[in-house]
């Protein structure tokens, strides 16, 4: 066990991760997105489309047909859930498809591929395995990582700022007046301090803000209920020493940060290889110009916290380890004509440029890209008054079809980017309009996966060049 030890340790070293004594590599990717991005719809159709690879022609290794099996394993990580690939699957491809449930909390996949080596190495090695771990997670936890720079005091100054800002946050701080934090601590107040702030942050993730930290405040996954996700900002005040409301809910953010924050970074962050970050760019071109102004800021806290020496923290826990290649996705291109899908994936890069200045993220493995995992629609060109319009058809929720046009994305992205835009209600032009499909139902051919948009394209950058 000592010399493979060893040279486990060794090949690490070179950047190649190997499982167990066989010496596979492995690839442990990533995927996130704030809630309801398409995290789990993503993952399912990739595993899928991993297993049966008929649609998947723009993945090198599958294109070339060297990828000669793949099939899901126990994944390594015990302790952790495995993401529900099966349910998720047969949620989708049902005879009445519907979406999955989303990804709540952290899950783990793992898919291996029987590959045969490219190139040079093809006539004189066998073909080897490849693993795939996949690891879910909602985004909302990595902007937590801010909070490790911050002191409670800091936070709530900041938290309290941002509240005063957004309608979302009127009636939670108006609750606010009446408190008095050099009070002595009292755990009912303590609650329904937390039930108020937590209510805000829901109404503010629900207007299409997108910095709601804390993190397991939206998604608490096993941690419902726990003092340490029970506090919430308070103003700074006279005499608030030991006992004091105050006091405890600064020991309880000290907690949330030191039991809850730094765990997730040591555990999942800081052991994935690539990741992708999927936003849902098309639900804020909807919501209008704040939302985009919101997205582009959360883009930049999330390329941020893969920026090497970011955060002390951080920095002593990777050792020169970082996120090899990176992708921002803007999802559910589907709800687009194709004739509109470069201009998505234009503004998509131009906020990226934009995140990456912002985040001060230099290297050159960051891309942008349009896709859809899943595709619930058709293309359809209509004719009305006397021009043509480019529509997309798909099921609706209630049953039934409808035809959809969302408006016409702008060929260049700075009419959406521009800083006039930035501080504006609504776009001058009227809204994207925006639709909810109900997946398509499916009559899958036997060596096909799911449609998609360019999710293949995604794979290959994604780990293409590990196959
Ligand atoms: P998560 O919270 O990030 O796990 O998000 P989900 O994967 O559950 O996706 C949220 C919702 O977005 C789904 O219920 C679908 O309505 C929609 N969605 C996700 N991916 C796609 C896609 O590729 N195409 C379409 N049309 N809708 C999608």
């Known amino acids: 066990a000592g010399l493979a030890d060893g040279l486990t340790r060794g090949i690490e070293g070179f950047g190649e991760r190997v499982s167990g004594a066989l010496f596979e590599p492995v690839i442990r990717l990533g995927v996130t997105g704030l809630a309801r991005a398409g995290k789990t719809v993503f993952i399912t159709s990739l595993v899928a489309n991993l297993l049966d690879r008929g649609r998947m022609g723009g993945l090198a290794a599958a294109g070339e047909g060297r990828i000669l099996g793949a099939y899901l394993q126990p994944q390594p990580d015990v302790t952790l859930p495995r993401f529900d690939y099966e349910t998720h699957l047969a949620a989708?491809?049902?005879?009445?498809?519907?979406?999955?449930?989303?990804?709540?909390?952290?899950?783990?996949?793992?898919l291996s591929l029987r590959v045969r080596p490219a190139g040079m190495l093809a006539g004189m090695a066998g073909p080897r395995n490849v693993h795939l771990d996949i690891v879910d997670y909602p985004g909302e936890w990595l902007l937590d990582l801010a909070l490790l720079d911050k002191d409670y005091a800091a936070w709530s100054r900041e938290a309290l700022a941002r509240a005063g800002g957004r309608a979302e946050g009127a009636s939670w701080c108006k609750a606010l007046a009446g408190v008095d934090p050099a009070a002595a601590f009292d755990e009912g107040q303590a609650q329904r301090l937390a039930a108020g702030f937590t209510a805000y942050l829901r109404a503010a993730r629900e207007a299409g803000h997108a910095d709601c930290t804390p993190g397991r405040f939206l998604l608490p996954g096993d941690l419902e209920g726990a003092p340490v996700v029970t506090f919430a900002p308070l103003p700074e005040a006279e005499g608030a020493g030991r006992g004091s409301l105050r006091a405890e809910m600064a020991r309880r953010f000290e907690a949330?940060?030191?039991?809850?924050?730094?765990?997730?970074?040591?555990?999942?962050?800081?052991?994935?290889?690539?990741?992708?970050?999927?936003?849902?760019?098309?639900?804020?071109?909807?919501?209008?110009?704040?939302?985009?102004?919101?997205?582009?800021?959360?883009?930049?806290?999330?390329?941020?916290?893969?920026?090497?020496?970011?955060?002390?923290?951080?920095?002593?826990?990777?050792?020169?380890?970082?996120v090899e290649r990176l992708l921002f996705a803007a999802t559910k291109a589907d709800h687009l004509h194709h004739a509109q899908h470069?201009?998505?994936?234009?503004?998509?890069?131009?906020?990226?440029?934009?995140?990456?200045?912002?985040?001060?993220?230099?290297?050159?493995?960051?891309?942008?890209?349009?896709?859809?995992?899943?595709?619930?629609?058709?293309?359809?060109?209509?004719?009305?008054?006397?021009?043509?319009?480019?529509?997309?058809?798909?099921?609706?929720?209630?049953?039934?079809?409808?035809?959809?046009?969302?408006?016409?994305?702008?060929?260049?992205?700075?009419?959406?980017?521009?800083?006039?835009?930035?501080?504006?209600?609504?776009?001058?032009?009227?809204?994207?309009?925006?639709?909810?499909?109900?997946?398509?139902?499916?009559?899958?051919?036997?060596?096909?996966?799911?449609?998609?948009?360019?999710?293949?394209?995604?794979?290959?950058?994604?780990?293409?060049?590990?196959?």
């Open 92 to 110: 989708l491809t049902g005879p009445e498809p519907r979406w999955p449930e989303s990804t709540r909390s952290v899950s783990e996949l793992r």
């Open 256 to 322: 949330y940060k030191r039991a809850v924050v730094r765990p997730f970074f040591r555990a999942h962050f800081a052991r994935i290889d690539r990741q992708v970050v999927l936003v849902d760019l098309l639900d804020a071109l909807h919501r209008g110009p704040l939302a985009v102004e919101e997205t582009r800021r959360a883009m930049a806290d999330i390329l941020g916290t893969f920026r090497p020496g970011r955060n002390a923290f951080l920095t002593r826990l990777l050792q020169g380890r970082r």
């Open 342 to 467: 470069p201009r998505l994936a234009a503004i998509m890069e131009a906020m990226l440029r934009e995140a990456r200045d912002r985040a001060q993220y230099a290297g050159a493995d960051v891309r942008g890209m349009a896709i859809a995992a899943l595709r619930a629609t058709v293309e359809e060109t209509r004719r009305h008054g006397g021009a043509e319009v480019e529509l997309v058809r798909g099921r609706v929720p209630g049953g039934g079809q409808a035809a959809f046009h969302a408006g016409e994305l702008p060929a260049d992205p700075a009419a959406i980017l521009s800083p006039a835009r930035a501080g504006a209600e609504a776009w001058p032009e009227g809204a994207f309009g925006s639709m909810r499909f109900a997946p398509a139902r499916l009559g899958l051919r036997a060596g096909e996966g799911p449609p998609h948009i360019r999710l293949d394209r995604a794979a290959q950058f994604l780990f293409g060049d590990r196959l």
